[in-house]
């Protein structure tokens, strides 16, 4: 699992106790994992909160802020998000030079 994954890297490199936030993107996983690593840290007398340690990803939040502007404007449709086509290659331009401006 990925909590003891992060927690075997932690004591391997001789971070337990230097642990003070996570950054991560808001999948539920994500959650599961700080609550594991609370509670770990609680039984080693380490003081960590999930809550306070939990540092959003400011890439992450830009993209889904893109994506929703995206289909604000019309520019892609809602469904191609969850969809196999990348939306990447719907909204953007050749490169050949018959393009250019």
Same mark, same amino acid.
């Given at each position: ?9 932690? @004591?391997?490199?001789?971070? *337990?106790?230097? =642990? ?12 599961? +994992? $700080? ?11 380490? @003081?960590?909160?999930?809550? *306070?340690?939990? =540092? ?12 929703? +502007? $995206? ?31």
């Amino acid at each position: 699992n990925l909590a003891e994954a992060v927690w075997n890297t932690l @004591e391997l490199y001789g971070l *337990k106790d230097w =642990i003070m936030g996570v950054v991560c993107d808001n999948a539920t996983n994500n959650d599961t +994992l $700080l609550k594991s690593l609370e509670n770990r840290c609680a039984a080693e007398g380490i @003081e960590f909160s999930h809550k *306070k340690a939990r =540092i959003c990803c400011l890439p992450h939040i830009v993209h889904l802020s893109a994506m929703r +502007l $995206l289909e604000g404007i019309g520019a892609i449709k809602p469904d191609l998000r969850r969809g196999e086509s990348a939306y990447q290659d719907l909204v953007t331009a050749p490169i050949d030079p018959e393009y250019d401006d």
